[in-house]
T-cell receptor, first 117, second 112 residues
Framework: DGGITQSPKYLFRKEGQNVTLSCEQN?????MYWYRQDPGQGLRLIYY???????QKGDIAEGYSVSREKKESFPLTVTSAQKNPTAFYLC????????????????FGDGTRLSIL | GNSVTQMEGPVTLSEEAFLTINCTYT??????LFWYVQYPGEGLQLLLK?????DKGSNKGFEATYRKETTSFHLEKGSVQVSDSAVYFC???????????FGIGTKLQVIP
């Protein structure tokens, strides 16, 4: 079945450490997104990518980095510069080419919960 | 800028009760509107959508009508089940990759 796979499901970060969250999709979608979910705040966009080798900052990009070397993969690195990384991270994808962008829904992975040790 | 307003809850209902979760929005232009559902420990799943005024989205007994005059997209279900317990997110997309705006999510608890 097609879908989005996020790993690991749970991740712990030590002080001063960078950690990388994996996101892989086999839906042949062009666009991919990373969101952060905190209680009472809904979803906030960290980064998004429309095509391979291109990505853009979202609303809360500071302390995070991404790459998009393959269409299927969009890993997120939480750097030591992110002082409050404890959250639930969601990866999403959507078909964007030749479609009405506003009408397109996003498909989500099951998330990674990141905590501080 | 765009915004979506919904109550955080929790909303607690008995099984077979009628459900309404209110969603109002502020946006430029003519956005598409969505309801997503998140079950515990999982990501979001699209529940239904509407892309223009007066459209009604429906799925699994849930319905919502795009009301431009009241800028609303309220979610309704006639008879809820325990399995409907989840967090429900209202969202809008006014076009473009950065233009998806989510509400804070409303937690629904259905008790037997």
């Amino acid at each position: 079945d097609g879908g989005i796979t996020q790993s690991p499901k749970y991740l712990f970060r030590k002080e001063g450490q960078n950690v990388t969250l994996s996101c892989e999709q086999n839906l042949n979608h062009d666009a991919m997104y990373w969101y952060r979910q905190d209680p009472g705040q809904g979803l906030r966009l960290i980064y998004y990518s429309q095509i391979v080798n291109d990505f853009q900052k979202g609303d809360i990009a500071e302390g995070y980095s991404v790459s998009r070397e393959k269409k299927e993969s969009f890993p997120l690195t939480v750097t030591s510069a992110q002082k409050n990384p404890t959250a639930f991270y969601l990866c999403a994808s959507s078909i964007e080419k030749n479609r009405d962008i506003a009408a397109v829904a996003q498909h989500f992975g099951d998330g990674t919960r990141l905590s501080i040790l | 800028g765009n915004s979506v307003t919904q109550m955080e809850g929790p909303v607690t209902l008995s099984e077979e009760a009628f459900l309404t979760i209110n969603c109002t929005y502020t946006a430029t232009g003519y956005p598409s509107l969505f309801w997503y559902v998140q079950y515990p420990g999982e990501g979001l799943q699209l529940l239904l959508k509407a892309t223009k005024a007066d459209d009604k989205g429906s799925n699994k007994g849930f319905e919502a009508t795009y009301r431009k005059e009241t800028t609303s997209f309220h979610l309704e279900k006639g008879s809820v089940q325990v399995s409907d317990s989840a967090v429900y997110f209202c969202a809008l997309n006014s076009g473009g990759y950065q233009k998806v705006t989510f509400g804070i999510g409303t937690k629904l608890q259905v008790i037997p």
